[in-house]
């Protein structure tokens, strides 16, 4: 049986470099200009259709300083594919071009990292008041909004006023996830373990919440932890499973977050070739056979967890095929 799925399903790509903030924690790498051009875009949708996939998502750099980019999202509307998703730091939109998007087919994922203070020192400029009254004119337009939190020492003790922010502006759902060590900076900021734990227990309290869905992916499944809760239904990574990310360099990579583990280029091949090519994702699909872990080779989760997160592994101990430092056992 095959370990991953027939076709992409989630495919998501970067447009561009280019972005207007200089966030603390950003993977971006905005020193290195690149984009994908319109045509190459509008070529990659109509395959991404071909390949029946059940979502796509925008992001970058920022994906509204893309030049077409609402052309990319119209186009996008049309196709034959359930939910399109632009991820932004939402500090400006053109509500003239907005209103002519499809509220049932255009998702907004929209980065809050905390209260005013925190959101602006992590975004590294002054633009929490923007980005609240963009969400709001959003939300009055009936568009699905998610807000995406990367949790990091300056702001985990603000969960719950995040949530209660969230609430206040009627989101549909908030995604909490933590910051990945993408360069040494990070280190010093970055949540422990013990903090992680930390805020997992705080998170049970929302359980059954029904006003808002609240996801905390601590990157790693957290098992036996797992089973008795809503993340269950991740079941690890799916990086080159069920996940392709197309970066604005062309390169195809499993994990935006390993963007030097490339499966292949757009400019090379098409993307059912890159996909179809068991030899280009070696680190995604062969785990069992490569995982420096006799614990994880011998453990009852490996089916689901595979040794947990590959980038944190490999940031936290160098060894890409390492066992997660998260795991417990
Ligand atoms: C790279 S940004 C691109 C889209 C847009 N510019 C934005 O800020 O939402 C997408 C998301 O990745 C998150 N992110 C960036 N660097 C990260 C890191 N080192 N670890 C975890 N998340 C990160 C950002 O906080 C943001 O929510
Ligand atoms: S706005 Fe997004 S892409 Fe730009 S620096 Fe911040 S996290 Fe990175
Ligand atoms: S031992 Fe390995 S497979 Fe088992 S839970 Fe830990 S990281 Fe996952």
């Not at 959101?119 to 709001?136: E, G, L, P, S, T």
């Not at 993307?271 to 420096?292: S, T």
Request: net charge neutral.
């Amino acid at each position: 049986m095959s370990n991953y799925f027939r076709t992409p399903l989630f495919p998501s790509i970067d447009l561009s470099t280019k972005c207007n903030l200089s966030c603390i924690h950003c993977r971006n790498n905005k020193n290195k200009i690149s984009k994908i051009p319109f045509k190459k875009v509008i070529e990659l949708l109509d395959e991404f259709e071909s390949l029946e996939v059940f979502h796509l998502a925008f992001a970058g750099g920022e994906p509204f300083l893309f030049p077409k980019i609402y052309d990319v999202l119209e186009y996008s509307q049309k196709l034959n594919v359930p939910k399109v998703t632009i991820v932004t730091n939402c500090t400006f939109i053109n509500k003239d071009r907005i209103d002519k998007l499809d509220n049932n087919k255009i998702r907004f994922a929209v980065s809050l990292d905390g209260p005013k203070e925190i959101h602006n020192f992590i975004r590294n400029a002054d633009v929490f008041d923007k980005v609240i009254d963009n969400i709001k004119y959003l939300v009055s337009k009936g568009f699905f909004v998610m807000l995406n939190c990367t949790l990091m020492k300056y702001n985990y003790k603000y969960f719950d006023e995040i949530i209660k922010i969230a609430k206040n502006l009627k989101v549909n759902q908030i995604n909490f996830s933590k910051v990945f060590p993408v360069h040494s900076e990070i280190i010093k900021f970055m949540l422990s373990k013990e903090e992680l734990d930390e805020l997992y227990e705080n998170y049970r309290k929302y359980s059954g919440e029904d006003s808002l869905v609240i996801f905390l992916d601590k990157g790693y499944m957290g098992f036996p932890d797992a089973y008795d809760s809503d993340i269950a239904f991740s079941m690890g990574c799916r990086a080159g499973i069920s996940q392709i990310n197309v970066m604005s360099d062309g390169s195809v990579v499993g994990c935006k977050l390993l963007p030097d583990v490339c499966a292949g280029n757009i400019y090379k091949n098409t993307i059912k070739e890159i996909w179809d090519d068991n030899n280009n994702w070696k680190l995604f699909r062969n785990v069992i056979q490569n995982i420096n872990s006799d614990t994880c080779k011998k453990c009852d989760y490996f089916y689901a967890c595979k040794g947990g997160c590959r980038a944190f592994a490999y940031y936290m101990t160098g060894d890409i095929n390492g066992k997660d430092p998260l795991c417990p056992l």
